[in-house]
């Protein structure tokens, strides 16, 4: 089989995590801003998958998601700022994968490993947004403040909630999943 196919299984897996992941979404936004971006739980499942299968897939689900995204809820001003902040700024979290060799492994380790890669693939999420905000969203900027201080501290104010949010939910994901490839023991 060449390399240039998905298999079926991951494909599978992929659509899934993107039906899932806008539907999180939509169902729990703990918090909208006013110039775009929120707190909410839609990157759960694309991190899942870049832990489960690695960077590659991991960025092809978030690229496809930000794509998604964008469907559903446009705000964009140029055509670069929307690949910026939309299939770029989300294919980024499949770099979560760098964080761990299996989900399934348990110990501290492994738990390090993961919220490291969710740290990586989130600040690099944060440095796509934080540059449209330079480039696209400068106008915005309250009178006297900088440009880029403003464009950080914006962007920050949800990505940085959502990361803490992600670190502990996958976490306890992580241990479901663990305990799903135990075999039972009666």
Not at 38 to 62: D, M, T, Y
Request: glycine fraction near 8%; charged fraction near 10%; aromatic fraction near 12%.
């Amino acid at each position: 089989m060449s390399n240039n196919f998905i298999p079926l299984r991951h494909a599978t897996e992929i659509a899934l995590s993107l039906a899932l992941a806008v539907v999180l979404g939509m169902v729990v936004k703990l918090i909208q801003l006013p110039y775009g971006g929120s707190i909410n739980l839609s990157p759960l499942p694309l991190i899942v998958v870049a832990l489960r299968h690695g960077v590659k897939l991991g960025c092809l689900a978030g690229g496809l998601y930000g794509v998604l995204d964008f469907i559903l809820n446009p705000f964009f001003f140029h055509p670069v700022q929307v690949v910026i902040d939309y299939p770029l700024a989300f294919a980024f979290l499949g770099f979560a994968g760098l964080g761990a060799s299996r989900v399934y492994e348990e110990g501290m380790r492994q738990r390090v490993r993961m919220a490291c890669g969710i740290i990586v693939a989130n600040a690099m999420r944060l440095l796509a947004h934080f540059v449209s905000g330079l480039v696209f969203f400068a106008s915005y900027a309250p009178q006297g403040k900088s440009v880029w201080l403003y464009s950080l501290t914006y962007n920050a104010s949800y990505i940085v909630p959502e990361t803490i949010i992600e670190i502990l939910l996958i976490q306890f994901i992580a241990r479901i999943l663990q305990r799903s490839q135990t075999p039972d023991t009666v």
